[in-house]
Each structure stands twice: as structure tokens, then as C-alpha cells.
């Protein structure tokens, strides 16, 4: 397979993905052909990202998390994501190093992109996981967190901040990293 056709993943782009995720080339190659088979522009949009992130989670209102997912990953902020920036999302979310997977729901929870997270952003990312969880599951959550505004204000409690005040990525690591009731309370995960 020349790397010169134009239906190939490029060398440069296969070299840069082999060195940055725990994917094999013949893994790249393969995600690749899927994906412009998906995706024949080479580009994948905000709508497409929301559809097929849906089909993860079937019983539940999954499009403001996929917003924000996709938000996360569209790092020159194009408004669609290509091949690279794909396959860094699927390697972030399911392979990635617990500080590299923390330093992408940092930039998950700073939704305006400003380098810090304030507890309103922390709001708006706990509502759109909590529209994750199905209706039935919602009835077992604890009273300090059965609601979004409540999760929200459980988790803001971590970084020990007041109610104005913002959180670097380095604290907001070392504050997830210390306490793993904030790491289960920045995510989702179905119970079935």
C-alpha cells in the first residue's frame, strides 16, 4: 500500500498516531479505511460526531455531552474532525494514561477554552453527564448528587474554591487524581 494515493493515511500523520497512542499501524490503517468509508470527506461533522455518539448511549439524551466531546477534540476549532483528531478522541477516552485522559476532561470542562474551569462550567459539563444517565438509574444515586446542581456542587467541594473563583489544570489533575469520588463524579458510567 503507497503511502503517495490519495486514499492512504499519510506516513507523517501514521508516524505522529503510532508515537502518541497505543494503536498499531495495521490498527491506524484499519481505523482509517472505516473511517473514510464513513467519512469521505475526511472530515467528520459536529451532527455526524452527535449521531454516532448517540448510538452509545440509547436510553438516555446524549447530544450536549457529544457537543462538548466534540468541542474537546476539534483542537484548531474547524468545526469538524479529521482523521488525527479522531483517532487521538478514541485513544483519550479508551486507552489513554489516567493523566492524559485527565487532561482531556479538563479541556472537556473548560468550555471556553480559557485555560482555567470555574464551578459554572462545572455545572454545565455535570448537566449534560447527568442527561447521560438513564431514568431508572437515576432513582439509585445518593441525595448529595441526584440532581446535576448537586453533583456539580459535591465535586466543586474537591478543589476546596469558592463559589467565584477558578481551577488550573494542574489542580484540577492533582484534585481528581487525590480523590476518587471526583474522578467517579466527572464521569459517566452505565451501570449495566
Known amino acids: 500500500m503507497g503511502n503517495s494515493k490519495s486514499g492512504a493515511v499519510s506516513k507523517e500523520i501514521l508516524e505522529d498516531l503510532k508515537l502518541n497512542t497505543k494503536f498499531s499501524e495495521t490498527e491506524i490503517v484499519q481505523w482509517y479505511e472505516n473511517f473514510k468509508r464513513q467519512c469521505p470527506t475526511g472530515r467528520i461533522s459536529k451532527e455526524e460526531f452527535q449521531t454516532i455518539y448517540s448510538k452509545f448511549?440509547?436510553?438516555?439524551?446524549?447530544?450536549?455531552?457529544?457537543?462538548?466531546v466534540f468541542r474537546s477534540f476539534d483542537t484548531n476549532d474547524d468545526g469538524t474532525l479529521d482523521f488525527k483528531e479522531y483517532i487521538i478522541a478514541l485513544h483519550m477516552t479508551s486507552?489513554?494514561?489516567?493523566?492524559?485522559?485527565?487532561?482531556?476532561?479538563?479541556?472537556?470542562?473548560?468550555?471556553?477554552?480559557?485555560g482555567y474551569?470555574?464551578?459554572?462550567?462545572?455545572?454545565?459539563?455535570?448537566?449534560?453527564?447527568?442527561?447521560?444517565?438513564?431514568?431508572?438509574?437515576?432513582?439509585?444515586?445518593?441525595?448529595?448528587?441526584?440532581?446535576?446542581?448537586?453533583?456539580?456542587?459535591?465535586?466543586?467541594?474537591?478543589?476546596?474554591?469558592?463559589?467565584?473563583?477558578?481551577?488550573?489544570?494542574?489542580?484540577?489533575?492533582?484534585?481528581?487524581?487525590?480523590?476518587?469520588?471526583?474522578?467517579?463524579l466527572i464521569q459517566y458510567q452505565p451501570s449495566k
Open 95 to 114: 486507552t489513554g494514561k489516567t493523566t492524559r485522559k485527565l487532561e482531556w476532561a479538563f479541556s472537556l470542562f473548560d468550555v471556553d477554552k480559557n
Open 117 to 184: 474551569i470555574t464551578k459554572a462550567e462545572v455545572k454545565e459539563i455535570c448537566s449534560s453527564i447527568f442527561k447521560l444517565i438513564p431514568k431508572d438509574e437515576l432513582a439509585d444515586l445518593p441525595d448529595d448528587e441526584n440532581t446535576a446542581e448537586k453533583r456539580a456542587d459535591k465535586l466543586w467541594k474537591f478543589f476546596d474554591k469558592g463559589d467565584d473563583a477558578r481551577v488550573a489544570e494542574g489542580e484540577f489533575i492533582q484534585g481528581v487524581l487525590d480523590n476518587e469520588e471526583a474522578l467517579r
Open 57 to 68: 448511549f440509547p436510553e438516555s439524551d446524549a447530544n450536549t455531552y457529544a457537543q462538548h
